[in-house]
């Protein structure tokens, strides 16, 4: 079936390290988005990529870096300069603009949660 | 993209229909209204979007008023399942020329409850 896998589902991290998560979509889309989701809060962007190759900070990009070598992969670097990392991580993809049918809508993956000890 | 307003929490009697509510005052022409739900520890799933005509799909209704400064979400009849949080967004979407794709603000949404 179609769709956003993020891994792992449950990460920790000792402070100082890095860690990656991963965001792999089949659903041919051309921009990918990383958020983030404290405790009873909205999703915040981190980054986002609207094609191969290039990516756009956002919100909070501070403490994180992506890259966007294939279409189907982009994945997020937490480096240890993210003072605050402890957060579930969401990714998730939308269709280019111009096509027949495109909603606009994203489509998200089930969320990576990162906790630092 | 326009700022939401919505009630931080609601409750619902399973079976009957969940009204939820979204001011977005300052909303401009070519901006169209999105619903999002996430239950809890999921990824946001995408509802209904409309830009002034009430639009409705197997899974809710969207009634926008005439002035397009709020909206409602209905579902007609919630089940337990529908316990999560609705997010409002208003944005330009690709197809009508918007250029932040998927740059969405999410704020803080609407915690719906359905009690048996």
């Known amino acids: 079936d179609g769709g956003i896998t993020q891994s792992p589902k449950y990460l920790f991290r000792k402070e100082g390290q890095n860690v990656t998560l991963s965001c792999e979509q089949n659903l041919n889309h051309d921009a990918m988005y990383w958020y983030r989701q404290d405790p009873g809060q909205g999703l915040r962007l981190i980054y986002y990529s609207q094609i191969v190759n290039d990516f756009q900070k956002g919100d909070i990009a501070e403490g994180y870096s992506v890259s966007r070598e294939k279409k189907e992969s982009f994945p997020l670097t937490v480096t240890s300069a993210q003072k605050n990392p402890t957060a579930f991580y969401l990714c998730?993809?939308?269709?280019?603009?111009?096509?027949?049918?495109?909603?606009?809508?994203?489509?998200f993956g089930e969320g990576s949660r990162l906790t630092v000890l | 993209d326009a700022k939401t307003t919505q009630p931080p929490s609601m409750d619902c009697a399973e079976g009957r229909a969940a009204n939820l509510p979204c001011n977005h005052s300052t909303i401009s022409g070519n901006e169209y209204v999105y619903w999002y739900r996430q239950i809890h520890s999921q990824g946001p799933q995408y509802i209904i979007h409309g830009l002034k005509n009430n639009e409705t799909n197997e899974m809710a209704s969207l009634i926008i008023t005439e002035d397009r400064k709020s909206s409602t979400l209905i579902l007609p009849h919630a089940t337990l399942r529908d316990t999560a949080v609705y997010y409002c967004?208003?944005?330009?979407?690709?197809?009508?020329?918007?250029?932040?794709?998927?740059?969405?603000?999410f704020g803080q949404g609407t915690i719906l409850t359905v009690h048996p």
């Open positions: 998730a993809s939308s269709t280019p603009s111009g096509l027949a049918g495109n909603t606009g809508e994203l489509f």
């Open positions: 967004i208003v944005r330009v979407p690709p197809f009508a020329g918007g250029t932040s794709y998927g740059k969405l603000t």
